[in-house]
């Protein structure tokens, strides 16, 4: 049974900073990949940056790049985002998500299985 369980959400003044982390457990076969997304009110859910376990390439979505950081610690099963400069913009519940044999490049466009219950991060002005 796979779970993923994220942290680290808050509020924050714009300019500040939070590390999200999300914690997986199950098993880990065919999962290469994992990514963060994130949905404001009133918004569609978009994607913010996916990573590869087994070598840590990372891919971000081009408003993302900058500020956001993914990483992962593999012996904790855990992936993180770290956000720097945070913006009102930024404010939104943030998701992390896999799905069995999806490569961290192709996470932003597809369909993805298995999501976290989601963390609140609002960024106040």
């Known amino acids: 049974q796979v779970r993923m369980v994220e942290s680290g959400g808050g509020l924050v003044q714009a300019g500040g900073s939070l590390r999200l982390s999300c914690t997986y457990t199950?098993?880990?076969?065919?999962?290469?990949?994992m990514a963060w997304f994130r949905q404001a009110p009133g918004k569609e859910r978009e994607f913010v940056a996916a990573?590869?376990?087994?070598?840590?390439?990372?891919y971000y979505a081009d408003s993302m790049k900058g500020r956001f950081t993914i990483s992962r610690d593999n012996a904790k099963n855990t992936m993180y985002l770290q956000m720097n400069s945070l913006k009102p913009e930024d404010t939104a519940v943030y998701y992390c998500?896999?799905?069995?044999?999806?490569?961290?490049?192709?996470?932003?466009?597809?369909?993805?299985?298995?999501w976290g219950q989601g963390t609140q991060v609002t960024v106040s002005s």
């Open positions: 998500a896999t799905h069995l044999f999806v490569t961290a490049q192709a996470m932003g466009a597809s369909n993805l299985r298995y």
């Open positions: 199950g098993s880990t076969f065919g999962r290469i990949a």
């Open positions: 990573i590869s376990w087994s070598d840590g390439s990372t």
